[in-house]
């Protein structure tokens, strides 16, 4: 998970330092040495010390800002905390256009609008901010709390529910209350949990929402200030834009760079599709920004609705959306559908298209073109590279082309090809070990009858991938099974870099054989490791496992975030031999791979193993 959110944020950061953590401790020194804007935390399973973790954080980077990765939180508690809280959420598991959204917004100017209300960072940090930190790491863990010499009191939580609350006076709800009319709190994470109350405390999700709409919980008050100081705005002259998506983030997101592209631009945001509808027919904008799955009311529908409005049948529709096959399709039959956009997008491509479509003339009836093949870069092009490739000036949208009926056509946006894999940047490059298995095709000797060159094909596509701790995904096993892939060799001849497709299933190791037949005798391990020795012949073709150290350069990801395939750099063509799968790694024979052949599709054939003196 480690290695995969580095490339996710390498991808959507790619002018930011990435450093990767893999303890409470890490991130405290990471975060002493480059003072972060942004903290990614993969609370599930959570983190003992996240509290005072954070805490320190709140006191030296009171900027900064927090997404939490975890369980799901109410719906109806985001919707009123909106961006104000010190921590914003995502559900897990998530697709990676949210991620990418929420990781743009989070980096973004972090400006308060009408839209999106006034937003938080860890200056702001609050009882309701850790409540629901555990709540989403699903956390057995007591919380201390202090707002001064006479006020303090502690919180319970058990599997992620609120169990018990107490104060001086107050126990209860009654005391969670009082806890949360507090101005500012100071907190702690209880050492032990030896004493923590089972069960839940009914009601406790309802009492945050009722605090939340009430206004008590603490604000930031230079925050608060700079939002009340200014004096009335004047009224924005520019087009009249809705954007419509029920991901919170993503509607940020696409108000800031749209406001930052032209301050005069008339911005509405709509989380769900009927609300959509109604600012729609409200408002009577220039555009309509519309995310095709929407949980109430599908993209497609709502076009078909704006259509039969003769008041909204004109208004054109930029789609955007995750599934790019269903919008396709979905676009190709709506006639006010005039630009589409395949999610995740980047910042400098989506306002270019706007912008585009925004200038393109109106008129009443529209269509939507498929754009011409997408000419990709060749494997192993750096995603930073292709982004900042084409002209600054130029549209890099994906997916569509924009095209108003004739007379006047607008020409297409230049596609931005879609990157081959995400490389991870060096400092978060991981070493993997690779155990692939062999069967043995022929065997020369040395006159002490040790093994010499072997030549050997892969006896199974499938290989075992053994990744530290911090960069296996949750749940993984510790040896993760692949494919083999695509094999890139270097002018030489030998590996360079090798892809790997995850498996359906575990890794299960190759049964060995560890006979070689020559004839009617059989060649066998000896008492040492290279040494043979001849007996009567056996009818198993000889087996032997071949263990690599490479270094994991790159993760391609797929729409869902899961991971579709791996990139491994070969650092050396050195590697060890062993026969017997339970021996110790170091047991095994240093060999080298002299020579490689490939297939069409550049898979691995057949090796050449030389023994190293």
């Given at each position: 998970m480690a290695a995969a959110l580095g490339s996710a944020l390498k991808k959507f950061a790619p002018k930011h330092k990435i450093d990767i953590a893999v303890s409470i401790a890490d991130a405290e020194a990471l975060a002493a040495q480059n003072a972060p804007e942004l903290f990614v935390i993969d609370a599930d399973p959570p983190w003992p010390g996240i509290t005072d973790f954070l805490e320190k954080m709140r006191e030296k980077n009171p900027e900064a800002r927090v997404l939490v990765l975890g369980a799901a939180i109410s719906a109806e508690i985001a919707t009123e905390r909106r961006l104000s809280g010190a921590l914003q959420f995502i559900e897990k598991p998530f697709e990676l256009p949210a991620f990418g959204a929420a990781v743009q917004a989070l980096l973004g100017p972090w400006r308060e609008n009408e839209s999106t209300g006034r937003r938080g960072s860890l200056r702001g940090l609050s009882a309701i901010d850790l409540l629901l930190l555990h709540h989403a790491a699903e956390a057995n863990v007591i919380v201390d709390l202090s707002a001064g010499p006479n006020f303090g009191g502690e919180i319970h939580i058990a599997a992620g529910e609120m169990s018990h609350a107490a104060t001086a006076t107050r126990t209860g709800l009654d005391a969670l209350r009082e806890i949360l009319s507090w101005p500012e709190v100071r907190?702690?994470?209880r050492k032990t949990a030896a004493a923590l109350h089972r069960g839940?405390?009914?009601?406790?999700?309802?009492?945050?929402?009722?605090?939340?709409?009430?206004g008590q919980p603490a604000k930031a008050p230079a925050v608060a200030a700079r939002v009340t100081a200014p004096p009335k705005p004047r009224a924005k002259r520019g087009n009249k834009v809705v954007v419509v998506d029920d991901t919170e983030i993503l509607l940020v997101f696409v108000a800031d760079i749209l406001t930052i592209a032209d301050p005069e631009l008339q911005i509405a945001t709509a989380g769900t599709g009927i609300e959509g509808l109604g600012k729609i027919r409200e408002i009577a904008p220039d555009l309509v920004l519309l995310d095709y799955s929407l949980p109430d009311v599908r993209g497609d529908e709502i076009c078909r609705r704006l259509l039969q409005d003769e008041r909204t049948a004109a208004i054109p529709v930029l789609m955007m959306s995750a599934h790019g096959a269903e919008m396709i399709a979905a676009a190709k039959r709506l006639s006010n559908v005039v630009a589409a956009i395949e999610k995740p997008f980047l910042s400098d491509a989506f306002v270019q298209l706007v912008q585009r479509t925004l200038s393109a003339p109106r008129a009443p009836r529209a269509q939507v073109q498929s754009a011409p093949p997408v000419q990709t870069e060749p494997p192993g092009q750096d995603v930073g590279r292709v982004a900042q490739k084409a002209k600054a000036t130029e549209t890099q949208a994906a997916a569509f082309v924009v095209k108003p009926p004739p007379p006047p056509i607008l020409q297409p946006p230049?596609?931005?090809?879609?990157?081959?894999?995400?490389?991870?940047?060096?400092?978060?490059?991981?070493?993997a070990v690779l155990s692939l298995y062999l069967e043995v095709v022929s065997m020369q000797?040395?006159?002490?009858f040790e093994m010499g060159s072997i030549r050997a094909r892969p006896a199974s596509v499938s290989v075992g991938?053994?990744?530290?701790?911090?960069?296996?995904?949750?749940?993984?096993?510790?040896?993760?099974?692949?494919?083999?892939?695509?094999?890139?060799?270097?002018?030489?001849?030998?590996?360079?870099?090798m892809r790997l497709v995850p498996n359906s299933k575990p890794f299960q190791p190759t049964q060995?054989?560890?006979?070689?037949?020559?004839?009617?005798?059989?060649?066998?391990?000896g008492a040492t490791r290279q040494r043979v020795q001849l007996t009567t012949a056996g009818s198993t073709p000889m087996m032997l496992q071949i263990i690599a150290h490479l270094e994991l350069a790159g993760v391609k990801l797929s729409l869902a975030f899961q991971v579709a395939e791996?990139?491994?750099?070969?650092?050396?063509?050195?590697?060890?031999?062993?026969?017997?799968?339970k021996a110790l790694e170091e047991s095994g024979a240093i060999f080298e791979m002299s020579a490689v052949q490939l297939d069409n599709s550049g898979r691995i054939t057949e090796l050449l193993l030389n023994p190293v003196k």
């Open positions: 907190t702690s994470e839940v405390l009914r009601g406790w999700t309802s009492l945050v929402l009722e605090v939340l709409r009430s230049k596609i931005l090809p879609k990157p081959q894999e995400i490389r991870l940047p060096p400092i978060v490059a991981t070493e000797f040395t006159p002490q991938l053994r990744l530290p701790a911090g960069a296996a995904p949750a749940g993984a096993s510790r040896e993760t099974g692949f494919q083999l892939g695509a094999t890139e060799l270097d002018a030489n001849g030998r590996i360079s870099n060995i054989g560890t006979a070689f037949q020559i004839g009617s005798v059989a060649v066998v391990p791996l990139l491994l750099k070969w650092r050396t063509n050195t590697v060890r031999v062993t026969l017997d799968p």
